[in-house]
């Protein structure tokens, strides 16, 4: 079992940054792909990022690319999402979550992941 807690969504003005937290217990963190994924009302849940077990291969969505920066710590069990430029439409609850192996290609899809954060909220506004 892992269990994951994300921190440090918010409110900012479009133009500005946040960085979000996410801390797992309860397992070997170096065992999992980590990633993060987010959801706007009223849409699916979308893939943003992703991270390899450990040598720091990343995955990003076209539309975070270039903006955000996944990286993780295994010392500290934790992995971030840095999220600079923020858009109206980077609006959406954020989760973490956890993928036991390497990181694939089947990273991108939230079915493949075995646990999931409970969210936290970030808005950017307009």
């Known amino acids: 079992q892992v269990q994951l807690v994300e921190t440090g969504g918010g409110l900012v003005q479009a133009g500005g940054s946040l960085r979000l937290s996410c801390a797992a217990s309860g397992s070997t963190f170096s065992d999992y792909t980590m990633g993060w994924f987010r959801q706007a009302p009223g849409k699916e849940r979308e893939f943003v990022s992703a991270?390899?077990?450990?040598?720091?291969?990343?995955y990003y969505a076209a539309s975070v690319k270039g903006r955000f920066t996944i990286s993780r710590d295994n010392t500290k069990n934790t992995v971030n999402l840095q999220m600079n430029s923020l858009k109206p439409e980077d609006t959406a609850v954020y989760y973490c979550?956890?993928?036991?192996?390497?990181?694939?290609?089947?990273?991108?899809?939230?079915?493949?992941?075995?646990?999931w954060g409970q969210g936290t909220q970030v808005t950017a506004s307009s």
């Open positions: 991270i390899g077990r450990n040598f720091g291969i990343t």
């Open positions: 979550a956890a993928r036991k192996g390497p990181l694939t290609i089947a990273a991108l899809r939230p079915l493949h992941y075995d646990y």
